[in-house]
């Protein structure tokens, strides 16, 4: 069983920094891409970012490219995503995603292992 936990989320003004950590549970973390999405209010879920098993192969969605950095370490099971330059439409929930099957470089779809989701709120 896979489970993925959150944590790091809060209240931040705009052109501020968070980082949310996700940590999981299992085996399949060191074999398996990881990704985060997000979903505002009254909009569906989508991609922001992911990482491949290895960490060599990173992919963003193009509103948070050059303002979040996607990274992993292993060995304590931890993916990352430095929040920089923040704005008001990046309030959200953001949500870490494990992908269905190993060795991938990782994308925007794909996972099958979700966490519970951490609040992100940019306002001043």
């Known amino acids: 069983q896979v489970q993925l936990v959150e944590s790091g989320g809060g209240l931040v003004q705009p052109g501020g920094s968070l980082r949310l950590s996700c940590t999981a549970s299992?085996?399949?973390?060191?074999?398996?891409?990881m990704g985060w999405f997000r979903q505002a209010p009254g909009k569906e879920r989508e991609f922001v970012a992911s990482?491949?098993?290895?960490?060599?192969?990173?992919k963003y969605a193009d509103s948070v490219k050059a303002r979040f950095t996607i990274s992993r370490d292993n060995a304590k099971n931890t993916v990352y995503l430095q929040m920089n330059s923040l704005k008001p439409e990046d309030t959200a929930v953001y949500y870490c995603?494990?992908?269905?099957?190993?060795?991938?470089?990782?994308?925007?779809?794909?996972?099958?292992?979700w966490g519970q989701g951490t609040q992100v709120t940019v306002s001043s």
């Open positions: 995603a494990a992908d269905r099957l190993p060795y991938r470089i990782g994308a925007d779809y794909g996972y099958a292992y």
């Open positions: 299992g085996r399949i973390f060191s074999t398996n891409a």
């Open positions: 990482i491949s098993w290895n960490g060599g192969s990173t």
